[in-house]
């Protein structure tokens, strides 16, 4: 078997194709596939209909199963799962414990890790980073510099067919609106929904405890 080394095992009708790699005590099973130049290493599972292809890396204990994908120049590592229809790209890190399911995405250099989760439509790209015990999940759109610990540091609603994502940021300010991904600000919201949306931030998004951290490191 080509492209297959050490004690990795491949079995039913998956198939490793191409420049792909697949070494260490990794399994691959079911209707998985593995092509382009992605490898799949150390203790890692793929299998049901799950793809890894182009440069994507899988490896550590990950699991990627269902028909959920990992492509682009992507990692998952760690103990990380993606499932469901889950779709990780770009240059996009899911590591630690985080899983990834539903019919997200997650992209750009984003990142998910700790025990965080990202589930249902919900998209994750930019710089953004998930991390802590948050779950993400829903339609929102997480972007730009999103510095999310846990649960109470987003909301999301939806207005006629638009959806408006909130969340916490290491930009000035310490968070950043989008309407159906574009860049919004408070001054451009009604002043009823505007009033809402900044009490919101303020009793959860811990503001002053990241101003304080972003200070310290710039002392530094």
Known sequence: MPNIFEEAHLSD???VTG??????????????????????????????????????RVHGTARVYGEAQVAG???????????GNGFVHGQAQIHGAAQ??????????????????????????????ISGDARVYGDVQIRGFALIESSQHWFSFTQGNETMSVYRSSRPGGFEINIEGQEATID?????????????????????????????????
């Open 188 to 220: 451009l919201l009604d002043e009823d929904l505007g009033r809402f949306v900044q009490k919101t931030i303020e009793a959860n998004f811990d503001l002053t405890k990241k101003r304080s951290a972003t200070t310290s490191a710039l002392r530094r």
């Open 73 to 83: 120049q992507s990692r998952v590592y760690g103990d990380a799962r993606i499932f």
């Open 100 to 129: 990834v399911s539903g019919s997200a995405q997650i992209f750009g250099t984003a990142q998910v890790f700790g025990e965080a989760a990202v589930a249902g439509n919900a998209r994750v790209y930019g710089n953004a980073r």
């Open 19 to 56: 420049d792909a790699l697949v070494f260490g005590n990794c399994r691959i099973f079911g209707n998985a596939r593995i092509y382009g130049d992605a490898q799949v290493y150390e203790d890692s599972h793929i299998s049901g209909n799950a793809l890894v292809y182009s440069d994507g």
């Open 13 to 15: 009708n998956a198939k």
